[in-house]
């Protein structure tokens, strides 16, 4: 994964392939976000792990019009029903020179594994 500014996908498993949600749809997905380590290539780049909905239950949100950041919005609207990926998103894609005090450093590059698992009233 090369130091652009944007959003990186790398498919960990596909989804449907057919449904993928549009701008201001309501999205279910459980993810697990990271710190951006350029040392650990042999694990997606993945850092010190900074959030997950795992243990706390699906996060729903509405996708493509600003409620999260920008690496989600431009990420999760390129996969279908069902796909999990990991999500390189540059610093400027998410929490950019403010970062997120006390969890995650000014222009830090962000690694996230995401799974979409509902589109709308639309399951896997």
Same mark, same amino acid.
């Given at each position: 994964?090369?130091?652009?500014? &944007?959003?990186?996908?790398?498919?960990?498993? %596909?989804?449907?392939? #057919?449904?993928?949600?549009?701008? !201001?749809?309501?999205?279910? *997905?459980?993810?697990?976000?990271? /710190?951006?380590?350029? =040392?650990?290539?042999? *694990?997606?780049?993945?850092?010190?792990?900074?959030? !997950? !909905?795992?243990?706390? &239950?699906?996060?729903? #949100?509405?996708?493509?019009?600003?409620?999260?950041?920008? &690496?989600?919005?431009?990420?999760? /609207?390129?996969? =279908? +029903?069902?796909?999990? !990926? #990991?999500?390189? *998103? =540059?610093?400027?894609?998410?929490?950019?020179?403010?970062?997120?005090?006390?969890? *995650?450093?000014?222009?830090?590059?962000?690694?996230?594994?995401? %799974? +979409?698992?509902?589109?709308?009233?639309?399951?896997?």
């Amino acid at each position: 994964m090369e130091d652009k500014e &944007g959003v990186e996908k790398k498919v960990l498993r %596909e989804g449907n392939g #057919t449904d993928f949600p549009k701008k !201001s749809d309501r999205v279910t *997905i459980e993810y697990t976000g990271y /710190l951006y380590d350029p =040392s650990r290539s042999d *694990i997606d780049y993945k850092g010190t792990q900074f959030d !997950s !909905s795992v243990d706390r &239950g699906d996060f729903i #949100t509405q996708i493509g019009v600003g409620k999260v950041i920008r &690496g989600w919005d431009e990420g999760v /609207l390129n996969m =279908s +029903l069902g796909e999990k !990926s #990991t999500l390189l *998103i =540059s610093s400027g894609y998410g929490y950019g020179k403010r970062g997120f005090p006390g969890h *995650i450093p000014a222009n830090s590059r962000l690694v996230f594994d995401v %799974e +979409l698992k509902a589109i709308n009233d639309k399951k896997v």
